[in-house]
C-alpha cells in the first residue's frame, strides 16, 4: 500500500525530491487564546495564508497553551499522520519561564535542523535588530516530517514562512520520506495519542 504523497512525490528542476502540494498542520501556542471564546490568531492566519499563496493545503490548526506536554501532545499527534507533511507552532519561543515550545517541539526530533534558526534570527536582525537573539526558534524532523518552531508575530511568522519555510520545505519533506517512497508506512503507534 503507497500513501497519498506518492501520489504528490516528484522532482524539481534540479533532480531534487520534493512532495507538492504539502499538507500542513499547524499548532499555535498562547494560553491567553486558548482561554478566550473566540480567540484570534494572527501567528496562525499568517502561516496558513503564506503556505496557502503557493498552492499548499493546511489540513489541521490547533491553539494550545503555554505547557509542555500540551504542546508535545498536539505536535506529536500531527507527525504522526500521514496525511500531515509538514508541521510549523507558533509562539513560547521567548524567554520567560512558560515559553516551552523549543523545548517540547525538539523532545520529537530525531534530526535537528540547526541552519533554520539560524537563517531565521539572522534575517530578524534586518528587523529588530539586537532582539533577535531572543528568538529560540529551531527546527527538526519528527517522524519523517519537518517541523518548525516559530515565535508568535505576524511579522516573524511572514518572514520566517515566506524567505525560509515554504521555498524550502516541499525538498525537506521529499528528502525525510525518501526512504518510505513506494512502500508501506511505517507504524507510528508510539507517537499517537
Known amino acids: ?98 515559553d516551552v515550545s523549543p523545548e517540547a517541539t525538539a523532545s520529537l526530533f530525531e534530526r535537528e535542523l540547526p541552519g533554520f534558526g539560524e537563517l531565521f534570527r539572522s534575517l530578524s536582525w534586518e528587523e529588530v535588530g539586537t532582539r ?15 517541523v518548525f518552531c516559530l515565535p508568535g508575530s505576524k511579522s516573524a511568522c511572514e518572514t520566517a514562512c515566506e524567505e525560509l519555510i515554504v521555498p524550502e520545505a516541499p525538498h525537506l519533506a521529499g528528502l525525510a520520506t525518501r526512504h518510505r517512497a513506494g512502500t508501506d508506512e511505517p507504524t507510528l503507534t508510539e507517537y499517537q495519542e
Not at 512525490?9 to 502540494?21: A, C
Open 1 to 98: 500500500m503507497t500513501s497519498d504523497s506518492d501520489d504528490r512525490r516528484g522532482t524539481d528542476h534540479h533532480g531534487h525530491d520534493i512532495i507538492d502540494p504539502l499538507y500542513v498542520g499547524i499548532v499555535t501556542v498562547s494560553s491567553s487564546r486558548a482561554n478566550d471564546s473566540d480567540p484570534d490568531d494572527p501567528g496562525g492566519d499568517t502561516i496558513q495564508d503564506c503556505f496557502e499563496a503557493e498552492g499548499h493545503e493546511v489540513r489541521e490548526r490547533h491553539l494550545v497553551r503555554d505547557d509542555y506536554a500540551a504542546i508535545r501532545t498536539a505536535v506529536r499527534g500531527l507527525v504522526a499522520r500521514q496525511d500531515i507533511d509538514v508541521v510549523c507552532t507558533t509562539g513560547g519561543t521567548g524567554v520567560t519561564v512558560d
Open 132 to 146: 533577535a537573539m531572543a528568538s529560540r526558534a529551531t527546527a527538526g524532523i519528527a517522524v519523517d516530517t519537518p
